[in-house]
């Protein structure tokens, strides 16, 4: 098992920034990568990044350029920097991770993008 803490939502006006942190726990050896994923309001929860154990990323087309996803793995910790935010970066912030039969989700943090 794994168990996943976000942190690091709040309310930010358009153009701000903020960073998110996942913090893992558990069954951590078994991970083969972790990434955040975002949903709004009646809307499906979408994928935004992604980071492998050997530190290769994926970014949506949406959040390229804006957001940057790494990992401190003294800390077991991934971080999501947002930058240039958007009213449209509006929802609530998952962190997930996934080994070989699993994924793991963490309860989600709200982000706010007010224009």
């Known amino acids: 098992q794994v168990q996943l803490v976000e942190s690091g939502g709040g309310l930010v006006q358009a153009g701000g920034s903020l960073r998110l942190s996942c913090a893992a726990s558990?069954?951590?050896?078994?991970?083969?990568?972790m990434g955040w994923y975002r949903q709004a309001p009646g809307k499906q929860r979408e994928l935004v990044a992604t980071?492998?154990?050997?530190?290769?990323?994926y970014y949506a087309d949406s959040v390229k350029g804006r957001f940057t996803i790494s990992r401190d793995n003294a800390k077991n910790t991934v971080y999501l920097q947002m930058n240039s935010l958007k009213p449209e970066d509006t929802g609530v912030y998952y962190c997930?991770?996934?080994?070989?039969?699993?994924?793991?989700w963490g309860q989600g943090t709200q982000v706010t993008v007010s224009s």
């Open positions: 558990g069954s951590i050896f078994s991970i083969n990568g």
């Open positions: 980071i492998t154990n050997g530190g290769s990323t």
């Open positions: 997930n991770a996934r080994d070989t039969f699993y994924n793991y």
